[in-house]
């Protein structure tokens, strides 16, 4: 039977992906079944949303039933090689909590930061007290860890190659630390605490019929004015009847079990469900309060005049100030023009659209190519412009892979695929491996990959007849301050992390700076009119032929001023490196790590044919490797 639903489930998955199932990659997939008696659960219906839930995680799976937990990792870490010979026949519990794992970058895949996360001793000592699971990442788990006395860390028994038990610690991930929080204080309290974003489902049981379901939405970032939540992450529920109820992160899942794809399966936001023998419609329902938390920490710019960020493969420049720039001009060198314009919808650009062809430019705050906004991930090539490598990050690297070592043509804006041809400019050589990629919605520069998924979910999900994503909601997740895309108002206004704009900005492939107050502009400048330096900040002293009218109070003061910069700049330099060398040693530590549990479990799987000589010679080999890797892990004071 489990072989049927395997070959059918993913039919349907494979079909959907090939023809238009909408995709949702925002991280971890959970997924479950909860009813009135054991006997009553959907083994197999639980298994479908499983599958279905694997393009959410990939790295790992867990499944609990009756109060345990079961773990996939390594040659069973999808949920697909999971189930295969595995006996699940739950006959205590009616309910089943399941998890596929997508591990936020840095963090360990190991059976310790695996999901469903257990929790205490039930009362008959025959099972977990708690069983947790966490789709989402948190922000301030460290914090909340120290405000509910949480230790960050766990003492763990491990075994070395040569077979000797020895004692070490490890780190806790977030999830496990808010799962601990929930089950020490037994109240939802931290709920309206936390910095991050967060579905959750979890179980009591010395309660087995009662599950706990939840759906965050919260502001783009902590503190802002702004009243607009948005969804943390997703939690779908589908009634088959009074008694059975299905739950997953995906909605489409539930629509194969009969659901349909009319209803309303997500659950409300910020309400913890209590939902007793599986019977939703009479679930009780506890309101949470997510005003003063966020899915991101307050964002704190420098005030620094030069706050910029500059790569040597993308032209960076990243500026912003939250004061006036006083531009001190030398006028027997130039005159900088100082444009008046309160309604930037009226902004054009410095050359005729049909000049730039098939180069991106900019215009209102936002990114255009040929009349249109412009969507997707793009690299920027010096002296050129953004190039479009894709929609997703998949696409966009495979591209990259395809042009490194290749000339380009700035006549066309093409890459030259005959290798032979090795003739004008190479952009990215091959040995380049740090290229920048920079993700666009409706013509806005965003800051993270994770804000452009997050766009492209929005962007899906508008019920308005604007194609366009509020620039409220944009705001946050701008490297720009923006405007709305409504060109009949007459007055428009910048917005930046949720609130009217005042200062100076200019970002990648802008032609001017712009200045505002109060989210007005007042005046733009032309970019190529103001001097930056990489090295210091510039102060263009009055030019004077007159002696007598040399300010020295104001030269001592520039003097000043850019040896104080130099010296903040070294101490920045200094601290970076010391954060870098600390992040690769973890790095390195955690990557040799998991490579070492994976070449164990290969090492046990080929023991089987351990007499034939390939694999004879092949064991040795992976054998030498383990050994080597092991040592590294097992040096004390490695962390």
């Not at 101490?571 to 490579?595: M, R």
Request: charged share 25%; net charge negative; aromatic share 12%.
């Amino acid at each position: 039977m489990v072989k049927i639903i395997l070959v059918l489930a993913l039919l349907q998955y494979i079909s959907n992906f090939l023809f238009g199932y909408k995709s949702n990659i925002l991280s971890c997939g959970i997924f479950g079944m909860a009813t009135n008696k054991p006997e009553n659960l959907d083994v197999n219906g639980v298994h479908i949303l499983g599958i279905y839930n694997i393009e959410r995680g990939k790295m790992s799976c867990g499944l609990s039933w009756d109060g345990d937990v079961q773990y996939g990792l390594g040659l069973d870490k999808l949920y697909t090689d999971f189930i295969i010979g595995r006996e699940i026949k739950p006959i205590k519990i009616p309910i089943m909590i399941g998890h596929t794992r997508q591990p936020s970058y840095g963090m360990a895949i190991t059976e310790d930061n695996a999901h469903p996360f257990g929790f205490g001793t039930s009362k008959d000592g025959e099972s977990y007290e708690m069983i947790f699971c966490h789709n989402g990442t948190l922000k301030n788990h460290k914090e909340l860890a120290k405000k509910y006395n949480i230790d960050l860390t766990e003492k763990v028994i491990k075994t070395s190659y040569s077979g000797h038990d020895y004692e070490t610690s490890r780190d806790k991930i977030d999830s496990e630390i808010l799962g601990e929080i929930l089950y020490k204080t037994k109240t939802f309290h931290v709920l309206s605490e936390y910095i991050g974003a967060a579905a959750l489902a979890w179980t009591w049981i010395d309660e087995p019929n009662k599950l706990y379901l939840w759906s965050g939405a919260s502001k783009q970032t902590k503190g802002s004015n702004s009243i607009t939540e948005l969804e943390e992450r997703p939690m779908n529920v589908y009634c088959k009847n009074k008694n059975n109820v299905f739950f997953s992160s995906l909605a489409d899942s539930l629509t194969v079990l009969g659901a349909s794809n009319k209803d309303d399966l997500q659950i409300d936001y910020n309400t913890v469900y209590i939902i007793t023998d599986g019977d939703f419609a009479n679930a009780e329902k506890h309101k949470v309060s997510r005003l003063q938390s966020g899915q991101n920490e307050a964002v704190t710019y420098s005030t620094t005049r030069h706050d910029y960020y500059t790569n040597k493969y993308c032209d960076w420049d990243d500026y912003r100030d939250t004061e006036p720039l006083e531009v001190i001009t030398n006028s027997t060198s130039f005159d900088t023009p100082k444009h008046s314009m309160t309604n930037l919808h009226e902004d054009k650009t410095l050359h005729p659209i049909i000049d730039y062809k098939n180069r991106i430019y900019s215009k209102s705050l936002r990114y255009w190519e040929r009349g249109t906004v412009i969507n997707g991930i793009y690299i920027y090539i010096k002296n050129w412009g953004f190039k479009f490598t894709g929609v997703n990050s998949i696409i966009a690297k495979s591209f990259v892979d395809r042009i490194k070592g290749l000339t380009f043509d700035y006549s066309t804006g093409n890459f030259n695929y005959n290798i032979l041809n090795k003739d004008g400019f190479i952009p990215f050589g091959k040995e380049i491996d740090n290229i920048q990629f920079h993700y666009f919605t409706d013509g806005v520069l965003l800051k993270t990959l994770e804000d452009y998924n997050r766009s492209v979910v929005l962007k899906t999900q508008l019920k308005t007849p604007s194609k366009y994503i509020s620039h409220q909601v944009l705001s946050y997740m701008s490297k720009h301050p923006v405007i709305d895309m409504d060109s009949t108002k007459t007055v428009s206004i910048a917005m930046f992390d949720g609130k009217s704009f005042t200062g100076n900005i200019t970002e990648l492939g802008f032609e001017k700076v712009y200045y505002f107050n109060n989210g007005i502009l007042t005046k733009w400048v032309k970019r190529e009119d103001l001097i930056f330096k990489e090295e210091t900040p510039v102060i263009i002293l009055p030019s004077t032929t007159d002696s007598s009218k040399f300010n020295k109070t104001l030269f001592d003061d520039s003097i000043s001023s850019i040896e104080s910069f130099e010296k903040n700049i070294k101490i920045e330099v200094i601290n970076k490196e010391l954060e870098d060398e600390v992040f690769i040693k973890e790095l390195i530590l955690e990557s040799f790590e998991k490579h070492s549990e994976e070449l164990s479990e290969t090492i046990i799987e080929l023991s089987d044919w351990k007499e034939n000589e390939s694999v004879k010679n092949a064991l040795n080999t992976l054998n030498l490797i383990n050994h080597t890797l092991k040592e590294f892990v097992e040096k004390p004071n490695t962390k």
